[in-house]
């Protein structure tokens, strides 16, 4: 028996073991969010064509809430999943160019379970910031293999990242997640693990497995939806892969399971009667499944229909698990324990806020509060949720009292939550040595003149296009936090016709300036997409080296312009890299 060398390392050593025999009293937690599947797309939610054994089993084994909120669009969801509050208390009041990103000085539920011995893992969509330090690997996830993004280009044989660096996959996106998340149950079977398994379907492009895209385009249904069942097909297949594994290690009884989605279904389709879809503040874009197993201690089963919402899921896991949140903001969400274990007789009627953000960032509506009888849509519409479910019927005439009182509450949350978001979009760090080189993303820019986006809206993965003007320019706001020389690269697309342009970046008071000579193809990279997307596609793109400069400590601007243009256009951009060399 090989022994620690000295007294402090074998003290370290005992401690570490008792922290593991303590820990190991604690249950597992997984925790799976789909992306885009909306309420109705369950066949035990009523689903007519829709076929989910797997889901509406683990609902049978467990306890449903059946009336449980989310935010309307992705990343709010997600960052009030992972804080237990309301979003705009993190700083995320968007989903693209910068909105997303999720403040550091959020305690996220991976770094408060990491304490008490869990080993954590995130794999799948992030979605909370693009750049160091607001990635997985540094808030509290051991490890995370997935992408960063609100969404993805390419569902099959993708390379997604592992810890920020890349990492390459065979198969289909949502089957590479499942495989992963298995190794990591069988990795850490003998130890507390809390595991965040963020699939990103059914979320478009619109990509599926050809037997289930066989099964479900022979029916009587729009392509679009025909695909997204497709994909919800496969989603449910791999639950019950997760399921079957989890039993096969033994791990099913010591493991809670919660399953939820992120928000309404993308596109009009089945919704179980519910108003509206995705990116609505009415029920059908906000209000999801939450299902939680745990056998021996949740009965299977219940159903339970108080209010309950995504800021309730961090304070819920911590009780269930026994685990304290020794620092951090102040929750917004409650645990949700007393329910399940039904023993809650005194249940407070709470208000749940949710709140819809647009590009003109800031605005109080659209917007919502729900409590357990009404719910005021956007501080004029009143619904009695019971006799009503549909939200068919305002009823704001008949109670003009609770209509003040419901808006007033609401204006309030949203004027001292609006004060802490503060609505900036952030800086970019670059120069950390966990990420090098650092890329600056289209959708994070700045656009003058006439340039635009390639879809329009600067989502994920689009580009800068229409640049066709000398005056025209390009910039991201950027925080140097380590003074060095920084190689630049340009990412680009640029047809024969149009080479020639000399292009100048400018930061800190320096420039370069390159020529652009070699073309590209326009044409996009072959996919497999079963319907047209609604995204940009993978294209074959160019990387222009600009050189390299000097660069001190602090805030500064890297900006793109061109000096000279021969052709009709100076080039498509998707994105500038520094590299500290």
Request: proline fraction near 7%.
């Amino acid at each position: 028996m090989n022994m620690p060398a000295t007294r402090r390392e074998w003290m370290g050593t005992l401690a570490a073991a008792g922290l593991q025999t303590a820990a190991a009293r604690r249950p597992n937690v997984l925790l799976i969010m789909s992306d885009d599947q909306g309420y109705g797309d369950f066949s035990c939610h009523g689903n007519p064509h829709l076929k989910t054994p797997n889901l509406d089993r683990l609902a049978g084994e467990g306890a449903e809430f059946t009336r449980f909120y989310v935010s309307p669009v992705c990343a709010p969801t997600r960052a009030s999943l992972l804080t237990g509050r309301y979003h705009l208390r993190s700083g995320v009041h968007g989903v693209t160019t910068g909105r997303e990103t999720m403040r550091t000085s959020e305690v996220t539920l991976a770094e408060a379970m990491k304490p008490a011995g869990y080993r954590t893992a995130l794999i799948g969509k992030w979605h909370l910031g693009e750049h160091y330090p607001y990635l997985p690997h540094a808030q509290g996830f051991d490890e995370f293999i997935g992408f960063r993004t609100g969404h993805w280009t390419e569902y099959w044989d993708t390379m997604l990242e592992r810890n920020g660096k890349p990492y390459p996959t065979r198969g289909y996106i949502a089957d590479v997640f499942t495989s992963e998340a298995i190794r990591f149950l069988e990795a850490n079977a003998r130890r507390p693990f809390f595991l965040y398994l963020a699939y990103n379907t059914p979320h478009a492009p619109y990509l599926a497995p050809e037997h289930h895209w066989e099964r479900y385009r022979k029916m009587d249904l729009p392509p679009q939806v025909a695909a997204v069942y497709s994909m919800v097909a496969n989603l449910d297949e791999n639950i019950g892969r997760l399921m079957a594994a989890l039993a096969r290690l033994n791990l099913a009884e010591d493991t809670i399971v919660l399953f939820l989605t992120d928000n309404g279904p993308n596109g009009q389709r089945y919704n179980a009667g519910l108003r509206a879809a995705k990116g609505s503040v009415y029920d059908g874009g906000v209000r999801t499944p939450l299902f939680v197993r745990w056998p021996k201690h949740v009965e299977a089963g219940r159903k339970i229909p108080t209010l309950a919402a995504h800021i309730d899921v961090l304070p819920t896991v911590l009780d269930l698990c026994g685990v304290s949140r020794t620092s951090g903001p102040p929750l917004d969400g409650m645990s949700l324990r007393a329910l399940l274990e039904g023993g809650a007789t005194d249940w407070p009627d709470r208000k749940i806020f949710t709140w819809r953000g647009l590009r003109d960032q800031g605005g109080m509506y659209p917007g919502a509060v729900r409590t357990g009888r009404f719910h005021l849509i956007n501080g004029k519409e009143l619904y009695e949720i019971a006799a009503d479910p549909g939200e068919k019927h305002d009823v704001a005439a008949g109670h003009p009292e609770k209509v003040r009182e419901l808006r007033a509450a609401y204006e309030a949350w949203f004027r001292k939550a609006g004060d802490e978001c503060g609505f900036a979009r952030p800086v970019i760090p670059a120069g950390y040595d966990e990420e090098n080189p650092v890329e600056l993303p289209a959708p994070q820019a700045y656009l003058e003149g006439e340039l635009r986006y390639s879809r329009g809206s600067g989502f994920a993965h689009e580009w800068v296009t229409n640049w066709r003007r000398l005056e025209d320019s390009v910039y991201w706001e950027l925080e140097i936090v380590k003074a060095g020389r920084y190689q630049i690269r340009l990412r680009y697309l640029c047809p024969p016709g149009d080479t020639g342009s000399k292009l100048k970046v400018s930061v800190a008071g320096k420039t370069l300036e390159a020529k652009l000579e070699t073309p590209t193809s326009m044409e996009p990279a072959p996919h497999r997409d079963l319907i047209p997307r609604p995204e940009v596609p993978q294209m074959r793109w160019a990387m222009l080296l600009m050189g390299s400069l000097d660069l001190p400590k602090g805030r500064t601007q890297l900006r793109v312009q061109a000096v000279e243009k021969p052709g009709t256009a100076v080039l498509e951009l998707e994105a500038a890299t520094l590299t500290r060399i």
